[in-house]
């Protein structure tokens, strides 16, 4: 069974930074390309970043580029998002998903920008 | 601001069909592959359709997809209560080189 774990949100301010983990397990992770979605409270979905199952080809939205990082290590089964320069409007709950067409998700962390 | 558009709700009595529309352009739609997602209230996304058409294991038959053009489209029959969610569109942007989802639409079941 694909199981997807989030870890890593909490409550930061403003200029801030967070480092989100996602652990995989029930498939091989190395090939799947793997993706960060998120969702602002009572908001709609809003593709954040992917990364392809060997780490050589990386995608962001225009509104992180430059600050967050994705990144993977699949020796470790571990997806993580790395989030420097953090602002209000990237208050949101965080999911990541397996795949370009993300056929699976994991249950989502929440972080909180805010002073 | 999405650059596939949605209508913000669509309702129907159990047993009837619902059609969700998505609308782009050629930089998305008009040239890739469509999916959908479920949202149930409180919990993650569920991926519904994709490739423009096809059902991942699991999903009942009741759900279909298709694509036209710079158009896509959902289609739910036999409406029953527990199809009440948000249900998304998405595609990948050639032009803005990123994944796109559209805004969502809220099903309610009457």
């Known amino acids: 069974e694909v199981q997807l774990v989030e870890s890593g949100g909490g409550l930061v301010q403003p200029g801030g930074s967070l480092r989100l983990t996602c652990a995989a397990s029930?498939?091989?992770?190395?090939?799947?390309?793997m993706t960060w979605v998120r969702q602002a409270p009572g908001k709609g979905l809003e593709w954040v970043a992917n990364i392809k199952g060997d780490g050589s080809e990386k995608y962001y939205v225009d509104s992180v580029k430059g600050r967050f990082a994705i990144s993977r290590d699949n020796a470790k089964n571990s997806l993580s998002l790395q989030m420097n320069s953090l602002r209000a409007e990237d208050t949101a709950l965080y999911y990541c998903?397996?795949?370009?067409?993300?056929?699976?998700w994991g249950q989502g962390t929440l972080v909180t920008v805010s002073s | 601001q999405s650059v596939l558009t949605q209508p913000p709700s669509a309702s129907g009595t159990p047993g009837q069909r619902v059609t969700i529309s998505c609308s782009g352009s050629?930089?998305?739609?008009?040239?890739?592959?469509v999916n959908w997602y479920q949202q149930l209230p409180g919990t993650a996304p569920k991926l519904l359709i994709y490739?423009?058409?096809q059902r991942p294991s699991g999903v009942p038959d009741r759900f279909s997809g298709s694509k036209s053009g710079t158009s896509a489209s959902l289609a739910i029959s036999g409406l029953q209560s527990e199809d009440e969610a948000d249900y998304y569109c998405?595609?990948?942007?050639?032009?803005?080189?990123?994944?796109?989802f559209g805004a969502g639409t809220k099903v309610t079941v009457l």
């Open positions: 998903a397996r795949g370009v067409i993300t056929d699976s």
């Open positions: 490739d423009n058409n």
């Open positions: 998405a595609t990948w942007d050639g032009s803005l080189n990123s994944f796109v």
């Open positions: 050629t930089s998305n739609i008009g040239s890739d592959t």
């Open positions: 029930g498939f091989t992770l190395s090939r799947y390309w």
